[in-house]
């Protein structure tokens, strides 16, 4: 599984680390460059405006991020620990927003954000994404895993919610709020369709959006386009790389810290 997950983006990093005068096309071709470079990065990074493009998906990404964190964080913490009328109907809405696919809601998603003046605007891209609907029911999943007896004994004490979602929730949760986290990094970084229709000036464009030309502008000259692949792969690893501590942390403990 290893081998079949890994080994395309292997192949993309060597595509791009070959020279021109290396053939990429031969009968027998070699996983390991012969004169490695990083050529290819450098004509990418002169030909289109890549780390500009990589700077406005970083922004949309920490929209995303710092959205989906803290309100999937408050939302999950209210469905799982808060008593109050109507807890049952709002679960239920947030099941069905989950049955709906992303066509069916895109162009009121759209409507909605022209409607608000945010059209052609990276707000404009992460507000939709900004609170997934799947990431609060995860983080209400992790909140009802805390035993009972903790939270009534922080009531006991006289402990507010907010108090209690500070001292006793958050400390547990580590490890599903860095898989949110991931996957809502993930989602805004490798989302194409929505930046796509919202935005038209190129200067706001993600790269998602910016590396659709690479096809066209290098299309005879594919260790071009791994190169832009690669740029556009690297922030993902590094998220993971970061967080994966805090990650299986989270599943071995299940989510519990004793």
Known sequence: MLVITVSPFLWQLSTSLK???E???TGTPSFWPERPT???YAEVAETIPVWSYAVNSLIVAA????GNAAGATLAGFALAKLRFRGVKLLLGLFLATLVLPVEVTIISQYVTVRSLG????LLGV???GAIGMLNVLLMRTAFQAIPPEMDEAAIIDGATAWQ???HVG???VRGMLSVVTIFAFIGAWDDFLWPLIVLTDPDNYTLTVGLQYLNGTFSANPRLIAAGTMISFLPIVIVFAVLQRFFFKGVEEGAIKG
């Open 38 to 40: 990083l050529s290819n």
């Open 19 to 21: 020279s021109i005068q």
């Open 164 to 166: 209690r979602l500070r």
């Open 118 to 121: 945010l059209a052609d605007t």
């Open 170 to 172: 958050l400390p547990n």
């Open 126 to 128: 992460a507000l939709p």
């Open 63 to 66: 929209i995303v991020v710092a």
């Open 23 to 25: 053939d990429i096309y």
